[in-house]
């Protein structure tokens, strides 16, 4: 990283795991969508390698950090580093899996506009739709998202030790986002595309799915289904 480089207002992070030359082509979309919605002084992209077995030089020739893991460390654990390391003051989190397009910032970032905002969603393909910016808890997409650094500040990190190696991470920071006195909203006036390419179709990263569902009822109470999926109100928590 250059230190020199004028601070950004946003950081994109794409984390990678790839375990086939499909999944380093579809990722690759990815990022050559986020170039080209902004320029390199705009926008600093960082990708974190979670240990992918089929590896690439594309990464560290595009974006302007790549850190480098042995090993599967987990999604958490992959998002905490690009949330340790951004220097924006938004941070966009998006899936291998997805493309953006012009005005994607733009549209997450105008949510921060309500003071309140803790999380921010564009509409994601194949999700309901809606109009305008809302206060919304049905499907909110850990494909693409934006914090600002006070949320991280007052939320914190992801979960590392009990989402492992995925699957209800972004849910249960959603839940301590609204537990902390914020609220999560969507855009819709911009969509995204979601191509779903590996996490929720894949058995290696998908066969512990229920352990971790388990572990979040054990952590918050609740079934988080019909809150973020379904008709349920989200229940009254104290802010901390």
Same mark, same amino acid.
């Given at each position: 990283m250059n230190p020199n480089l004028v601070k950004p207002k946003h950081t994109v992070g794409i984390l990678i795991y790839h375990r086939t030359q499909e999944l380093v082509d579809m990722a690759k979309d990815c990022l050559a969508s986020v170039r080209n919605c902004s320029t390199k002084e705009e926008v600093e992209v960082i990708v974190?390698?979670?240990?992918?077995?089929?590896?690439?030089?594309?990464?560290?020739?595009?974006?302007d950090v790549y850190i480098r893991m042995n090993k599967n460390m987990g999604i958490s654990h992959?998002?905490?580093?690009?949330?340790? #390391?951004?220097? @924006?003051?938004?941070?966009?989190?998006?899936?291998?899996? &997805? +493309?953006?397009?012009?005005?994607?910032?733009?549209?997450?970032?105008?949510?921060?506009?309500?003071?309140?905002c803790g999380w921010a969603n564009p509409h994601v393909e194949h999700l309901p739709g809606g109009m305008g910016i809302?206060?919304?808890?049905?499907?909110?997409?850990?494909?693409?998202?934006?914090?600002?650094?006070?949320v991280i500040k007052k939320?914190?990190?992801?979960?590392?030790?009990?989402?492992?190696?995925c699957n209800h991470e972004d849910t249960d920071y959603e839940t301590?986002?609204?537990?902390?006195?914020?609220?999560?909203? #969507?855009?819709? @006036?911009l969509t995204v595309q979601h191509r779903e390419?590996? &996490? +929720?179709?894949?058995?290696?990263?998908?066969?512990?799915?229920?352990?971790?569902f388990d572990a979040y009822v054990k952590k918050w109470g609740f079934d988080p289904i019909p809150i973020f999926y379904g008709e349920a109100m989200m229940p009254s928590f104290k802010p901390t």
């Open positions: 974190v390698d979670n240990g992918s077995t089929v590896r690439s030089d594309y990464w560290e020739k595009f974006a992959g998002w905490n580093q690009i949330l340790k #390391t951004a220097r @924006g003051q938004y941070v966009t989190i998006l899936g291998d899996d &997805t +493309i953006v397009h012009h005005g994607y910032l733009e549209a997450m970032e105008k949510c921060y506009e309500n003071k309140d809302v206060e919304n808890y049905k499907w909110p997409s850990g494909a693409c998202f934006m914090l600002s650094q006070e939320v914190g990190l992801f979960d590392e030790d009990t989402y492992f190696p301590r986002v609204y537990k902390a006195g914020l609220k999560i909203y #969507t855009n819709f @006036g390419g590996q &996490t +929720i179709h894949s058995p290696d990263l998908s066969a512990r799915n229920k352990e971790t």
